[in-house]
């Protein structure tokens, strides 16, 4: 009752979970596993350094510090840019065209006579194609900065901000080896009790034949035969609870190496691919051996 129950409720766990369904008929409906508990082959466990390798190649909490490092990298060259002295350099070139007659002066009476410009603005843009009235302009400007205070404020600031965020991605790097470490280390352990869990049932299978023959002679009685029995039925539940662990223990490794969303084909991001060639991930993998 206590086993059905326990299935019962993790059933409607898994129906909460993956359903916003507010029908109440939706827990009468019974699920049903779409594998069986996995035995351990020789091919699901990964040795330490791969493991490792995957779980900073794929768990996003390392991407995004290794992310995160750059950008602070980014940020110190600039500011260590705008620290330096500057050196700019302007040039130009100008066309000009002129035309049309000059202004008269009524000031003294009479509008003198003024010497007329021939043409218009057609002449003016004549003038302007033809190249006639053309300018040339250059110019610099160097800046040294004597006592830059605010900047070298500003590149100090960055440079700490970059040392932080790589002793938090080293940190990080540490911590999902840890992870990976341990989880590897639970899947063995799993491993190892499914097969002293088998040869336990093993036993238990040759005792209760073996008390079997002994009651079917008349030297045993039925309680022995129903012990045996028991222990029969207690090794299987042991097996069956070891071999449930293992496959349990590789989910955790699955999301340790950060793989889960990979072998359960659901993509989410396709941007933020790894990284390569950062030094921490190659020191991270030699501390973890």
Same mark, same amino acid.
């Not at 901000?161 to 938090?168: A, C, D, G, I």
């Not at 079917?216 to 009685?221: A, E, F, K």
């Given at each position: 009752m206590l086993s059905t129950y326990n299935v019962t409720q993790a059933e409607d766990q898994i129906k909460k979970m993956t359903?916003?369904? $507010?029908?109440?008929?939706?827990?009468?409906?019974?699920?049903?596993?779409?594998?069986?508990?996995?035995r351990p082959d020789g091919t699901q466990i990964p040795?330490?350094?791969?493991?490792?390798k995957i779980a900073l190649e794929?768990?996003?909490?390392?991407?995004?510090?290794?992310?995160?490092?750059?950008? $602070?990298?980014?940020?110190?060259?600039?500011?260590?840019?705008?620290?330096?002295?500057s050196f700019d350099v302007t040039a130009a070139y100008n066309q000009n065209g002129t035309g049309g007659t000059k202004r008269r002066d009524f000031t003294l009476g009479s509008p003198a006579l003024t010497n007329p410009l021939p043409g218009g603005?057609?002449?003016?843009? %004549?003038? /302007?194609?033809?190249?006639?009235?053309?300018?040339?302009?250059?110019?610099?400007?160097?800046?040294?900065?004597?006592?830059?205070?605010?900047?070298?404020?500003?590149?100090?600031r960055a440079l700490t901000?970059?040392?932080?965020?790589?002793?938090?991605m080293n940190v990080t790097a540490q911590e999902i080896a840890l992870e990976v470490r341990n989880a590897l280390t639970q899947a063995e352990m799993n491993r190892a009790r499914i097969e002293t869990a088998q040869i336990t049932r093993e036993l238990a299978d040759q005792k209760l034949e073996a008390e079997q023959t002994k009651f079917?002679? %008349?030297?045993?009685?039925l309680r022995f035969v129903l012990e045996e029995q028991r222990n029969v039925a207690q090794a299987q539940t042991n097996e069956v609870q070891s071999?449930?662990?293992?496959?349990?223990? /590789?989910?955790?490794?699955?999301?340790?190496?950060?793989?889960?969303?990979? $072998?359960?084909?659901?993509?989410i991001d396709k941007t933020l691919n790894p990284v390569a060639g950062i030094n921490v991930i190659r020191k991270t993998e030699t501390a973890a051996q």
């Open positions: 359903s916003d369904d $507010k029908d109440p008929a939706m827990f009468l409906v019974r699920l049903r596993a779409s594998e069986a508990p996995r040795t330490l350094e791969e493991a490792v794929s768990r996003p909490e390392m991407r995004q510090a290794i992310l995160d490092m750059q950008n $602070k990298d980014i940020d110190a060259e600039y500011t260590k840019n705008q620290a330096l002295p603005l057609v002449d003016a843009f %004549g003038q /302007l194609f033809h190249y006639q009235f053309t300018g040339y302009s250059l110019g610099f400007s160097v800046v040294l900065p004597l006592s830059n205070k605010a900047q070298q404020a500003d590149y100090d901000e970059k040392r932080l965020s790589e002793s938090r079917n002679l %008349g030297t045993s009685t071999i449930v662990n293992f496959t349990k223990s /590789l989910v955790d490794l699955d999301k340790a190496m950060g793989l889960t969303l990979r $072998k359960n084909n659901v993509e």
